[in-house]
C-alpha cells in the first residue's frame, strides 16, 4: 500500500534543525555556520545531518517522503506551512522554499539510490 504525501512528515524530517532539538552544541554551530540559501553549502548540511537521520528510516518511510515532496513540488504548494512554526539554527532566512526542497529531495533521492546499491552488493 502506497502511503498518501503529507507535509507533516517534512517537517518531522527538518527537525534535527529546529532550536527545540537543543542537544548538541557542535551541531548547532554547524548549522548556523551554513548559508542555507547556498545549494551546495545546504547539501553539505543536509549529508552531514540529515542523511544519518533518512538512512535510519525504513526503505517504506524512506520512499514515503520522496514521494511527497515530488508530489508537492509538481503542484503550486510553497511550504510555508513546513516552516511557519519551525525556529532553526539556521543564521539566513529560507529565500526560496521551493528551491531549499528541490535540494532537500535531490539529496534524499541520492541517499536513497546510493543506500540502495550499497545492499544489493
Known sequence: MKLTP???IIK????????ENYDDPER????ASKNINDEKELTELFDKLTKPEFLSYRPK??????????????????FESVFYF???YFDDEITNNRQFM????RCLEHYNLDDNASESK
Open 6 to 8: 503529507k507535509l507533516s
Open 28 to 31: 548547532e554551530l554547524f548549522i
Open 61 to 78: 518511510e524512506r520512499q514515503w517522503h520522496i514521494d511527497t515532496l515530488r508530489h508537492y513540488l509538481n503542484t503550486d504548494e510553497n
Open 102 to 105: 528541490k535540494v532537500l529531495l
Open 12 to 19: 518531522s524530517l527538518l527537525f534535527t534543525y529546529s532550536i
Open 86 to 88: 519551525l525556529d532553526t
